[in-house]
């Protein structure tokens, strides 16, 4: 943001070329790598679907250039971090050509689902440092849209419930002739409770983060970091991350690529959520 703002001023005030080739926050060269820095993530769609030009100037939807793929292809060119080696210019070449195919070109579509942000934080549980992950997907609301949280991961907090010995535990059949004063023993047992759950139950981690800010437990301190896992294009997955570095090649990257069928998506997005 203040390397905006600080353009702007140069602008403003009239101040040559020369001058405003200064350094510019992290920034060190002219104002083209300022242009060619994607800085926000609404901004990487808008030049993966080809709808801005390279100036940040938003094309009319009755312009021809908008979502016109021969421009497209060259955006899409310079989304990628660069300096990531696994994506092979081959795997590249395949997923520019598909999704900017004149028949069926491909485009991400904010509203429509098919994505969402994994979100790393950093809390205080009971005074020490945790790191907690926050998926957050975009959902409709009376008044538009809003970012909600839909899952949570946390090595600390999983780990008080990661009990993977068989359940040996349970209930007795005739638990209710007694009126179930069996649960005295059950629950005196802190670390083999969720043997008395029902078979197939899954713990809500979302409930827990929420109960244990409102305890006062557990204190939120900072986001780390924000990475975007993308599966509405049909066939393939990739992330996108923010790059802050002194490069035309930074801001809201394309960080992992890889084809997936459309039978392994949720395999895919459990195993992004840390689900078994």
Known sequence: MK????????FCCGISLSQAQQTIGNYKGDESKL????????QFIKRFNNEEDRNGQPYSTGSYKYRE?????????????????????QMKKNFIDEITNKKSPKYIEKHQGGYF??????????????????????????LGYKWSISDVYSKQLQGLFENNDPKKNFLHPMS???????????????????????????????????????????KFVTVTNVRFHIFQIENWYFTVEKFERDSYNSGWLI??????????????RRYVLHKK
Not at 3 to 10: A, D, Q, R
Not at 35 to 42: L, M, P
Not at 69 to 89: C, H, M, P, V, W
Not at 191 to 212: N, P, Q
């Open 3 to 10: 390397k905006i703002v600080f353009t702007l001023l140069i």
């Open 35 to 42: 242009y060619a820095e994607t800085k926000q993530f609404t």
């Open 69 to 89: 793929n021969n421009y497209r292809k060259k955006y899409l060119e310079i989304l990628f971090d660069g300096e990531n080696t696994s994506i092979s210019k």
């Open 117 to 142: 942000a994994e979100v790393s934080t950093r809390f205080l549980y009971k005074g020490k440092n945790t790191d907690v992950t926050l998926y957050m997907q975009l959902e409709q609301d009376s």
């Open 176 to 218: 209710h002739e007694i009126d179930f004063m069996n649960l005295h023993r059950a629950f005196g047992d802190k670390d083999e409770i969720e043997d008395y759950a029902y078979k197939g139950h899954e713990i809500d981690y979302i409930s827990i983060l929420f109960y244990l800010l409102k305890t006062g437990d557990l």
């Open 255 to 268: 960080s992992s690529l890889m084809p997936l069928k459309p039978t392994d998506i949720e395999t895919m």
